[in-house]
Each structure stands twice: as C-alpha cells, then as structure tokens.
C-alpha cells in the first residue's frame, strides 16, 4: 500500500532544492516555460542530466516535441520569478531579460535571474505517473560565479550559503561540519 499524499508532500518537501526555470521553444519558436525543482544530475559520461514536467504543463509540448531545453538555475532574489513561471501566465517572459540560447532548438538563458545554465538536447523520455521525466545530454553549461543559488525547501525560499566561504573561490575548496565539530577539505 503506498504512502498516503499527505505524508509523501511532507516528507518530499523537507528536502532542499535547486529552483530552476526550465525554458524552450513551442512549435512558433516562441519562448515556454515553468518552474521546476524536479532536477537531478544524471551521469558524467556522458554528461546527462533531467527534468520531470507534470503531463499538465503548457510548456511540455515545447520540451517534448522541439526536443530540446534549457535549465536556467535560479539566483537568490529570483524568488518573484519563480513564482511567475510557476503560473499559466501568457506572459511570463514580459521584462525578464534572456538572451538567446546559443544552442537552436534550446529556450532562453535568464541572463539577470540565473546563477548558470544547461542547454540539454533530449535523449530520453520515460512516463512516470502524473509527470514526464526528461534525460537530456548537456551540450553547454555555464555559471556566474558570483551569484548564489536559490534553494526551496518547507515551501519557503531561501539562498544557498556555505558554512565557510563559498565553495567557488579558491581551490581546494574548505567545508566546514560544525555540527559534528570536524573540518573537511574537499579536493575538487
Ligand atoms: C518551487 C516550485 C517548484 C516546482 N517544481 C515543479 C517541477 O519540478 N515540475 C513541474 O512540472 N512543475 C513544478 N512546479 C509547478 C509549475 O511551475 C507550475 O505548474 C506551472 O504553472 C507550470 O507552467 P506551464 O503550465 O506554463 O508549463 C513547481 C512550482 C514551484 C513554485
């Protein structure tokens, strides 16, 4: 017998995720998209990584029949911008700044609201109850490294911080556990 939907919400909903707003082409070449905390990374060789995008989302059919997407990861204060492409507004991209994917087929970068990007070409696509789970290869990816990301978790919003430092400065970057009272060095 499975979970009941109200434990599964809960208990799903108490684990931290990337924000990301997941952007493509409809058959008109006219930008679509959602919000999407549904992101996993995949595989490193090859580079994969995936979506899942409810059967009832006006930009699936922009994903699903163009092929191709982008996942724009969220920057702390993009919080409204989530919020926007978490509803069925025509306009979603009204004053957003983007700028053009430089991979045809791929939906805009959110060039003031991203902390980075993949532009994915799919190569898989696999049912999976109320969703649709997208594999796509990543062709291009790029960050700023000064942004941080946005995170959600408890339906809350929140920006992602470092215990010490931020993980993207120098090398090897230091994490520190202070609930546990140890310091790691990570070699990246
Ligand atoms: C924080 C957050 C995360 C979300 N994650 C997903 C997700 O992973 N997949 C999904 O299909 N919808 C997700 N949604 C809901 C969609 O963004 C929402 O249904 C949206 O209206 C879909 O827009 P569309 O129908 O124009 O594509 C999320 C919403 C929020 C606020």
Redo the contacts with the bound molecule.
């Keep these: 017998m499975p979970v009941t939907e109200d434990v599964f919400k809960d208990v799903m909903g108490n684990v931290p995720a990337a ?1 990301t707003v997941v952007t493509a082409l409809d058959e008109a070449g006219t930008p679509v998209g ?5 992101f996993s990374v995949v595989s490193l060789r090859p580079p994969l990584a995936l979506v ?3 059967k009832g ?4 059919p922009g994903v699903r029949d163009g092929g191709r997407f982008t996942v724009n990861f969220l920057a702390d204060g993009a919080e409204e911008l ?2 926007r ?4 507004s025509p306009d979603k991209f009204d004053g957003v700044p983007t700028r053009p994917a430089p991979v045809p087929g791929c939906g805009p970068i959110l060039t003031g609201d991203a902390c980075g990007y993949a532009l994915c070409d799919v190569v898989r696509t696999v049912e999976a109850g109320d ?1 649709w789970i997208f594999v796509g290869q990543v062709l291009d990816a790029a960050l700023w490294r000064e942004r941080r990301p946005l995170m ?1 978790c408890r339906r809350t919003f929140s920006a992602w911080h470092a215990p010490e430092g931020d993980g993207l400065g120098s090398r090897p970057a230091q994490a520190s556990g202070r609930a546990l009272g140890l310091m790691m060095t990570i070699e990246l």
Aim: net charge neutral; aromatic share 10%; hydrophobic share 50%.
């Design positions: 924000v959602l919000t999407v905390s549904a899942c995008i409810d989302s006006q930009t699936l989530a919020i492409f978490a509803s069925k969703h959600y």
